[in-house]
């Protein structure tokens, strides 16, 4: 990714707290489960936290009541001083689209628009930029996952691995504060993962907080700090600092350990 097409910073609102996101007594439940039960979490600006834990553990459903998808139980999700959950749902979008760049497990397109179309829209919507200037970022984000060919090619005539880079390039398109990313190198080979994780690792440089699900050790080590959730509460709370290569097994030890020591 160039210098010119990444160099703008992500801006929030100054705060004398280094947190950007804060969780407080944080609960959902579905009828009797109990899937957040009280979670108390401050994520600071420019952090990149990998979520983890067994099967319903609760990582997806506190991934999306943090970036505003789906409305908590109880408690509040504050991005600076905002309490998200006072918000109705015109102003939650308008903040999301603001602030927030989101990948899904599996992307959503609109079927009537080609891949390009997809991935700009939401920088059209938001107006920050010239229609030019969003449109030549959308193609350089392509281009940075390797599907730059794929730009005028129908939803339906990509594989699913090849829509999960356009969805990615669509989270990064208004150069969000804060990217939430749900298992987004689940459906992907080895070599295309490691190209996703590159391009987190070159966003995150630059000051974009990054919170993302994975089940994989290999991908939370790329991460500064790891959570380790277990029937909807924090168990382990893991600081690993700024990824190093030459690092990467170490790292994977102590990522490792930390999960072992919540499946026993």
Same mark, same amino acid.
């Given at each position: 990714? @160039?210098?010119?097409? @990444?160099?703008?910073?992500?801006?929030?609102?100054?705060?004398? =707290?280094?947190? &950007?996101?804060?969780?407080?007594?944080?609960?959902?439940?579905?009828?009797?489960?109990?899937?957040?039960?009280?979670?108390?979490?401050?994520?600071?600006?420019?952090?990149?936290?990998?979520?983890?834990?067994?099967?319903?553990?609760?990582?997806?459903?506190?991934?999306?009541?943090?970036?505003?998808?789906?409305?908590?139980?109880?408690?509040?999700?504050?991005?600076?001083?905002?309490?998200?959950?006072?918000?109705?749902?015109?102003?939650?979008?308008?903040?999301?689209?603001?602030?927030?760049?989101?990948?899904?497990?599996?992307?959503?397109?609109? =079927?009537?628009?080609?891949?390009?179309?997809?991935?700009?829209?939401?920088?059209?919507? =938001?107006?920050?930029?010239?229609?030019?200037?969003?449109?030549?970022?959308?193609?350089?984000?392509?281009?940075?996952?390797?599907?730059?060919?794929?730009?005028?090619?129908? &939803?339906?005539?990509?594989?699913?691995?090849?829509?999960?880079?356009?969805?990615?390039?669509?989270?990064?398109?208004?150069?969000?504060?804060?990217?939430?990313?749900?298992?987004? @190198?689940?459906?992907?080979? =080895?070599?295309?993962?490691?190209?996703?994780?590159?391009?987190?690792?070159?966003?995150?440089?630059?000051? @974009?907080?990054?919170?993302?699900?994975?089940?994989?050790?290999?991908?939370?080590?790329?991460?500064?700090?790891?959570?380790?959730?277990?029937?909807?509460?924090?168990?382990?709370?893991?600081?690993?600092?700024?990824?190093?290569?030459?690092?990467?097994?170490?790292?994977? &030890?102590?990522?490792?350990?930390?999960?072992?020591?919540?499946?026993?």
């Amino acid at each position: 990714m @160039t210098d010119a097409a @990444t160099a703008r910073s992500p801006h929030l609102p100054a705060q004398s =707290s280094p947190a &950007v996101l804060r969780a407080r007594n944080l609960s959902k439940h579905y009828g009797d489960a109990r899937v957040l039960d009280g979670l108390d979490l401050d994520i600071d600006r420019g952090q990149f936290v990998a979520v983890m834990g067994p099967s319903g553990s609760g990582k997806s459903t506190f991934l999306h009541c943090l970036s505003g998808m789906t409305r908590p139980s109880g408690g509040s999700v504050l991005l600076r001083d905002t309490d998200l959950t006072a918000l109705d749902e015109r102003a939650l979008a308008a903040l999301r689209l603001e602030h927030f760049g989101l990948v899904f497990q599996q992307p959503h397109f609109m =079927s009537t628009l080609c891949l390009l179309d997809n991935v700009l829209l939401p920088g059209f919507l =938001s107006r920050r930029r010239p229609r030019e200037e969003v449109t030549a970022r959308g193609r350089m984000l392509l281009e940075r996952m390797g599907i730059a060919d794929l730009a005028d090619a129908d &939803v339906t005539e990509v594989s699913g691995g090849q829509l999960q880079r356009a969805g990615i390039c669509r989270a990064l398109i208004n150069e969000a504060a804060v990217l939430f990313a749900d298992e987004p @190198t689940g459906a992907l080979n =080895s070599a295309t993962a490691a190209r996703i994780l590159d391009v987190f690792g070159e966003i995150h440089v630059r000051g @974009t907080t990054i919170v993302m699900v994975t089940h994989d050790a290999k991908v939370a080590l790329r991460a500064d700090r790891v959570l380790v959730l277990v029937d909807g509460g924090v168990e382990e709370d893991l600081l690993l600092g700024h990824y190093r290569e030459d690092q990467s097994a170490e790292r994977l &030890v102590r990522v490792s350990a930390a999960l072992n020591r919540q499946s026993v």
